[in-house]
């Protein structure tokens, strides 16, 4: 079992940054594919970037490449969302989600999720 904590969340301005904290517990995050989804109120959950194992390859969407970064620190078990030049369509919860096996695209295919955080980007 892995317990996924996301938090960082808030209300920025379009243009701004925030970076999103998820830290696991109960198994190393090591051996895990690691994701980060959104969804927007009324919209399915969508893939936003990834972190695959093995491999440590990065996955973005193509809505947020270029501008939001995907790092992790193995130290403290923590997965992070940096998050630049945000636009007002970034405006969702987002979701932190860990899977036991490679590279995947759908919110279906991850076991371990998040409680989620809102992310409000306004004009």
């Known amino acids: 079992q892995v317990q996924l904590v996301e938090s960082g969340g808030g209300l920025v301005q379009t243009g701004g940054s925030l970076r999103l904290s998820c830290a696991a517990s109960?198994?190393?995050?090591?051996?895990?594919?690691m994701g980060w989804f959104r969804q927007a109120p009324g919209k399915d959950r969508e893939f936003v970037a990834s972190?695959?194992?093995?491999?440590?390859?990065?996955y973005y969407a193509d809505s947020v490449k270029g501008r939001f970064t995907f790092s992790k620190d193995s130290a403290k078990n923590t997965v992070y969302l940096q998050m630049n030049s945000l636009k007002i369509e970034d405006t969702a919860v987002y979701y932190c989600?860990?899977?036991?096996?490679?590279?995947?695209?759908?919110?279906?295919?991850?076991?371990?999720w998040g409680q989620g955080t809102q992310v409000t980007v306004s004009s």
């Open positions: 972190v695959t194992w093995p491999g440590g390859n990065t």
């Open positions: 989600a860990a899977r036991g096996g490679t590279w995947r695209s759908r919110a279906y295919d991850y076991e371990y």
């Open positions: 109960g198994r190393t995050l090591s051996t895990y594919t």
